[in-house]
């Protein structure tokens, strides 16, 4: 049982804009910026968005974020075939000291 | 640009201690929280500790009795000792490096490496 709450799968057609939740606690989301990771199929994770909607180079600027209270979302918008892949948030959780993720949110893009 | 790289054995049989080192190239490991970060088949992410390039260590309080986390400045590289495996410890183990500032992130992983645990 993961501490971040996602849903477990998303779809889109492609150019469609598509949301992925992920609901924390006031020790993690609410308290600290929440980033988001997405893992393609066969690799490991990458940094896909930190610290309000702060982009690693290269991510392209239809992925975005938006956090209220002890919630989070990422959006993609202009969806793509190469979007297709596991998005997980994490975030600083002030009680453990340490990291805390969600269970991960499988995209299809039909 | 910086490169993480997990290097230890695949297979360790259950009751034993897995062993596993991440050599980090391109940059310095002083600064930044040196993490290891597990996923199990077909399962999500999870967080089993950090250890600063200092030496202070946080782990998840899951695994805490049995983790050790270490570092070596002169080579680069931090160490992921777990004891007493069992099967539920089988996963793809990822070392990453943490950053604080603006936010707390992994901004660089290892590709992972998958260790078995069985006899």
């Known amino acids: 049982q993961s501490v971040l709450t996602q849903p477990p799968s998303a779809s889109g057609t492609p150019g469609q804009r598509v949301t992925i939740s992920c609901s924390g606690s006031?020790?993690?989301?609410?308290?600290?910026?929440v980033n988001w990771y997405q893992q393609l199929p066969g690799t490991g994770p990458k940094l896909l968005i930190y610290y309000n909607n702060q982009r690693p180079s290269g991510v392209p600027d239809r992925f975005s974020d938006s956090q209220s209270g002890t919630s989070a979302s990422l959006a993609i918008s202009g969806l793509q075939s190469e979007d297709e892949a596991d998005y997980y948030c994490a975030a600083w959780d002030d009680s453990l000291s340490g990291w805390v993720f969600g269970g991960g949110t499988k995209l299809s893009v039909l | 640009q910086v490169q993480l790289q997990e290097s230890g054995p695949g297979l360790v049989k259950p009751s034993e201690t897995l062993s596993l080192t991440c050599t980090v190239s391109g940059g310095s490991i002083s600064t930044y929280y040196w993490s290891w970060i597990r996923q199990s088949p077909g399962k999500g992410l999870e967080w089993i500790g950090y250890?600063?390039?200092?030496?202070?260590?946080s782990y998840n309080p899951s695994l805490k009795s049995r983790v050790t986390i270490s570092v070596d400045t002169s080579k680069n590289q931090f160490s992921l000792k777990l004891s007493s495996v069992t099967a539920a410890d089988t996963a793809v183990y990822y070392c990453?490096?943490?950053?604080?500032?603006?936010?707390?992130?992994?901004?660089?992983w290892g590709q992972g490496t998958l260790v078995t645990v069985s006899s």
């Open positions: 250890i600063y390039y200092s030496g202070s260590t």
């Open positions: 990453a490096r943490g950053v604080m500032v603006r936010g707390a992130r992994f901004d660089y």
């Open positions: 006031s020790s993690n989301i609410g308290r600290n910026a």
